[in-house]
């Protein structure tokens, strides 16, 4: 059976850190390029980052740049997105997905992605 699961989230203060696993079941995250969305109430489910099957190329939301880092363990078939300087904008439901495209190095836009965990909830408050 195939799943993917996502964990870390929690709640932290601003200026915080958490880091998100993503981990894969019944298949192999190793050859496809990963996501990690976000969607806040009432908000639209928006791209954070992303990693290729090498990880060789990655992509960061604007707002997330220089805070976000994500990574691959391949030997333990996870995903991860450690993430910095939380602010409460960041305060959100945050998801992995897997591109099933062939030679997808990753994109930011979910329409994109094919696979979806059900989310972690990340809040960030004092």
């Known amino acids: 059976q195939l799943q993917l699961v996502e964990s870390g989230g929690g709640l932290v203060q601003p200026g915080g850190s958490l880091r998100l696993s993503c981990a894969a079941s019944?298949?192999?995250?190793?050859?496809?390029?990963i996501g990690w969305f976000r969607q806040a109430p009432g908000k639209e489910r928006e791209g954070v980052s992303c990693i290729s099957p090498s990880g060789g190329v990655t992509n960061y939301a604007d707002s997330v740049k220089g805070r976000f880092t994500i990574s691959r363990d391949y030997a333990k078939n996870m995903v991860y997105l450690q993430m910095n300087s939380l602010q409460p904008e960041d305060t959100a439901v945050y998801f992995c997905?897997?591109?099933?495209?062939?030679?997808?190095?990753?994109?930011?836009?979910?329409?994109?992605?094919?696979?979806w965990g059900q989310g972690t909830q990340v809040t960030v408050s004092s």
């Open positions: 997905a897997v591109d099933w495209r062939e030679k997808s190095l990753g994109t930011l836009t979910p329409g994109s992605y094919n696979y």
């Open positions: 019944g298949f192999s995250l190793n050859y496809y390029a």
